[in-house]
């Protein structure tokens, strides 16, 4: 063990069926926030996204597997109270800011999915875009409705 590993713990990297490779980050004193790192091919942006998947050493589950082709598969639907918030929240900086194209305008960039094991299924969906690339724009879904905005540096 390296002084690294003693100080901040062994990292421990599982491949996953669905996900691929994944590094588990644990959280010791708080054991239900245990999360991994992973990022995989995303239809919607027709790249790979950087995917955090709340969870236990033995890996993803079936539902948060189907619950991240959920996302992929309504993408489109839930578009609209993506683009709501963040329009509003940029007409503080800039009146009368409109997205004409979303697709091209924002990249998604990052998806949180929780365990999955309660409804509403609270997640989180993080986009750069064209307009301000200093910013991600971080969404909380609750199930495919946008809920809060948070502009980050």
């Known amino acids: 063990m390296g002084l690294f590993d003693f100080i901040f713990g062994k990292t421990i990297k599982i491949e996953h069926s669905f996900f691929g490779q994944m590094l ?83 990249i998604p960039v990052y998806l949180f999915i929780p365990r999955c094991e309660t409804e509403p299924i609270i997640w989180e969906i993080a986009f750069e875009s064209e307009h301000n690339k200093n910013h991600s724009f971080t969404l909380t879904m609750e199930n495919f409705k946008a809920t809060d905005i948070i502009i980050d540096d």
């Open 24 to 106: 588990y980050m644990q959280i010791k004193k708080h054991s239900k926030e245990n999360y991994f790192e992973c990022e995989r091919y995303f239809k919607p942006k027709n790249d790979k996204i950087d995917i955090g998947i709340e969870g236990d050493i033995e890996g993803p589950t079936q539902r948060q597997i189907d619950f991240f082709e959920n996302i992929e598969n309504n993408y489109a639907n839930f578009l609209h109270s993506i683009i709501i918030l963040i329009e509003n929240e940029f007409r503080n900086w800039k009146e009368g800011f409109k997205i004409n194209n979303f697709e091209k305008e924002f």
